[in-house]
């Protein structure tokens, strides 16, 4: 139904900074909004960030205090987080996700691209 491809994870040095994509395919615009979720071995998945297509609507996560910026290009189907102020406890998988806004709610997630943060 919808199928989602994350890129741009990589190896960052604390402090840095890194842009992730995620290309929507299938039937994406029966979802009006787009998310980012994070998630550690061991762990319970996070959520990370939030938006609708539109861009009307954001939502952050607690932890991210202004570090990270979610941006939607409804034309080409593409949803962006950028992440700056990188520390080590950012270290992991991070993944887009499909779903609706009012409530925030995901169906559909991405394979995931690694994030790893070093000290």
């Known amino acids: 139904q919808v199928q989602l491809v994350e890129s741009g994870g990589g190896l960052v040095q604390a402090g840095g900074s890194l842009r992730l994509s995620c290309r929507a395919s299938g039937r994406t615009k029966i979802y009006n909004a787009m998310g980012w979720f994070r998630q550690v071995p061991g762990k319970g998945r996070e959520f990370v960030a939030a938006i609708t297509w539109r861009g009307d609507k954001t939502h952050y996560g607690d932890f991210v205090k202004g570090r990270f910026t979610i941006s939607a290009d409804n034309a080409n189907n593409m949803v962006y987080l950028q992440m700056s102020g990188l520390n080590p406890d950012d270290t992991a998988d991070y993944s887009c996700?499909?779903?609706?806004?009012?409530?925030?709610?995901?169906?559909?997630w991405g394979q995931g691209t690694q994030v790893t943060v070093s000290s």
């Open positions: 996700a499909a779903g609706r806004s009012d409530p925030w709610a995901f169906d559909y």
